[in-house]
């Protein structure tokens, strides 16, 4: 049923735990199904030096938790943002067609995780703006 790809990543999932000072946070659930995932990111320079998550779910949401982290690190902001469920699945030599929605969630879980960290780093410019504005007046 799943490829030797899935069983490993199920069985050694790269990248578990939590960031407790992340720079962004990302979760999201499957109500119908109970798949749970959070993902941890740090970023330097416009890249994800690290990728965390926590799961709680099957063996394909375990498995695409552990692909999604190791697909994303490393790369920019931009590329992480780009990545699929679709090259999730193929990354992971396919998935059964029940279990498809698993990838969606890790790739979206990953998408909140940058929008949670572009969305903090947006409100501190704006503070910034407006210190500086103070200071100047």
Known sequence: MYSEKVMDHFSNPRNVGEIEDADGVGEVGNPVCGDMMAFYIKVRDDKLDQVKFKTFGCVAAIAVSSMVSEMAKGKTLSEAKSITKKAVAASLDGLPKEK???????????AEAIADYEEKKYRDNIKKCKLIKEVSQ
């Open 100 to 110: 498809m929605h698993c990838s969606n969630l890790g790739a979206q879980a990953l």
